[in-house]
């Protein structure tokens, strides 16, 4: 139980352009969603939180505009990285909380950006 | 914000081996979670602590919150190769279902065959 998962896994995209991440809970329903992005060989560090059927709220120093964050469902949310730029490139991976749970988050696989 | 300080950053081990690693943080944390990142992968949940003084075990693992409930540690004992990978903390301030994670900066896991 609780697996999320991310579309797509990996994608490649030219300066300027936007990209959108999907991200899933398969199994079970989560009201809260997290976006996080993770460089290489450091830790991760949270973008925003997502809530079905609200705004998303955003990390200090996370731009808003340039980061969309959509929370349609207790099953989906979204992350469109606008007008992308080569320092955009980076592991975004989502984690979704259980309608049940309080504090545990369960991760999806990550998708890797590259901005060519 | 909270900040979390994990060491050691990166321990070499032969098989066979027990491995410790430790959190510690300047604040107090409600909760404490234990994940492990494989290259290219998100992070899994290993271990979840609720309690202050709470000891718990999943298999080879065993991760305890500290009494002050400003540190944790995790155990690995009898280390295989599948256990490479990094190793995250991450402690929750509140109780609630909005409470945000704060993760350490991982500790990188190398077993030797």
């Known amino acids: 139980g609780a697996v999320v998962s991310q579309h797509p896994s990996w994608v490649i995209c030219k300066s300027g352009t936007s990209v959108k991440i999907e991200c899933r809970s398969l199994?079970?329903?989560?009201?809260?969603m997290f976006w996080y992005r993770q460089f290489p060989k450091q830790s991760l560090m949270l973008m925003a939180t997502?809530?079905?059927?609200?705004?998303?709220?955003?990390e200090q120093g996370v731009e808003k505009d340039k980061f969309l964050i959509n929370h349609a469902s207790l099953t989906l949310s979204t992350l469109t990285v606008t007008s992308a730029h080569p320092e955009d490139s980076s592991f975004y991976i989502c984690?979704?909380?259980?309608?049940?749970?309080?504090?545990?988050?369960?991760f999806g696989p990550g998708t890797r950006l590259t901005v060519t | 914000g909270q900040q979390l300080n994990q060491s050691p950053q990166s321990m070499f081990i032969q098989e066979g081996e027990d491995v410790s690693m430790n959190c510690t943080s300047s604040?107090?944390?409600?909760?404490w979670l234990w994940y492990k990142q494989d290259p290219g992968e998100g992070p899994v949940l290993l271990i979840a602590?609720?309690?202050?003084?709470e000891l718990t075990s999943n298999g080879r693992l065993t991760a305890q919150f500290g009494i002050t409930r400003k540190d944790s540690f995790l155990n690995i004992s009898a280390s295989i190769p599948s256990d490479v990978g990094i190793y995250f903390c991450?402690?929750?301030?509140?109780?609630?279902?909005?409470?945000?994670?704060?993760f350490g900066e991982g500790t990188q896991l190398t077993v030797n065959p």
């Open positions: 199994d079970f329903q989560a009201t809260t």
């Open positions: 604040s107090i944390f409600n909760t």
């Open positions: 984690s979704a909380r259980d309608l049940g749970e309080v504090i545990e988050q369960y």
């Open positions: 991450a402690g929750a301030e509140g109780e609630t279902s909005g409470s945000r994670l704060t």
């Open positions: 602590l609720y309690k202050a003084g």
């Open positions: 997502s809530n079905e059927g609200s705004k998303a709220t955003y």
